[in-house]
Structure formats: C-alpha cells, structure tokens
C-alpha cells in the first residue's frame, strides 16, 4: 500500500498497540479502569502481564496524533510501529502519566524473541 500511495505523497504507517486495556480486555479480567492492576489476582492467564503494563486506548491514539502532526512522517512510510516506539519518539504518555513499554516488558519476561 505504502508504494501504490507514495506517488500520491500519502504516507502509509501501520501502528500497534502493546496490552491494551480495551473494555473488553478488562471485562475479561473482571476489573475496571480504576482498578485494572488488581487483575493481577484473577488467576487468568497473562493477568500478570495486563496488571503490569497495558495501556489504555488514549496511548495509542496520541501516537497516531504524532504521526499525523509530524511534518517528516513521510519518512516513516511502510513501517510498522508500537505505540512504545512511537512514544519513545514523541514522547508522550498515556492517560495516567505512565509510558508503558510492551516490547522491553515482553523481552525481560520471556514473551518476545
């Protein structure tokens, strides 16, 4: 896609979120958005991993809001980024001040190659 649109000068960048505290994930965990980090204690698995480091869907968002207010962005055309990247870049956090970082976390815990 990024070719078929680069001579249009539309740049094309596909952006992922890290754990995402979604409604749904923290339904799945039996919590809410106030206390999302107990989840920790209802034995499902990776509840660990969620109570740890997801990150709310406003972390993401704000990582698009980068790309999209980045004069270079072009640049970035065909790749691929985690919200973490993009925040490592821009600088943002997410709604509660924190900068979760799903690929270090997922590294240092055995999740990811």
């Not at 992922?16 to 409604?23: K, M």
């Not at 406003?58 to 962005?73: H, T």
Request: glycine share 8%; proline share 5%; net charge negative.
């Amino acid at each position: 896609m990024a070719e078929d649109l680069r001579p249009h000068r539309v740049a094309a960048v596909a952006v992922s979120p890290g754990f995402l505290r979604s409604e749904d994930m923290l339904d799945h965990f039996g919590v809410t958005e106030e206390n999302w980090q107990d989840a920790a204690k209802c034995g499902k698995p990776h509840a660990e991993h969620f109570a740890a480091i997801s990150e709310t869907p406003y972390f993401i968002g704000r990582g698009i809001v980068a790309l999209a207010a980045d004069p270079d962005v072009f640049a970035k055309t065909g790749q691929i980024f985690g919200s973490w990247d993009l925040s490592d870049e821009y600088g943002f956090t997410d709604a509660d001040g924190r900068r979760p970082h799903w690929r270090n976390y997922a590294k240092e815990h055995g999740l990811w190659d």
